[in-house]
């Protein structure tokens, strides 16, 4: 064997069986980044299902929130257009009291005014 042959042979007995183990692991990396990437898909479509859901709800929500607000704002005319009505009754209430009020304070007025009246016939006469 020449020289030649015996690198040749001592690069075919290290070099081939070290490339035939590459190969190997190189389509073994093959293999499993094709699953990976499969598995990365299906969790990219379930991502986008679960994005597509949250937007459906949040529409919902925004729905329901309008409802809400709108619900709100009748009840809060209501309760403002009930008080506006309650004051005006304890205003007119307020009234009554206060001429109640007043018209005793007069017929105790007229009262003193008769009896004095009353007193100054009684001297005239006399």
Known sequence: M????????A???LVL??????????????????LTNKRLDDLNLHLADQSRRIDDTNKRIDTIHVDI??????????????????NRSIARLYEVIVRRDEHADL????????????????????
Do not use: C, F, Y
């Open 17 to 34: 069986p070290e490339l035939q183990t590459l190969k190997q692991e190189h389509g073994e990396l093959k293999a499993t980044l094709v």
């Open 69 to 86: 607000i709108g619900r709100i704002d009748a009840v809060h005319t209501d309760l403002i257009s009930r008080n506006d009505e309650t």
């Open 107 to 126: 017929v105790g007025r007229v009262r003193i005014l008769e009896q004095e009246v009353a007193e100054l016939k009684r001297r005239v006469a006399a």
């Open 11 to 13: 690069i075919k007995e």
């Open 2 to 9: 020449t020289m030649k042959e015996a690198v040749l042979a």
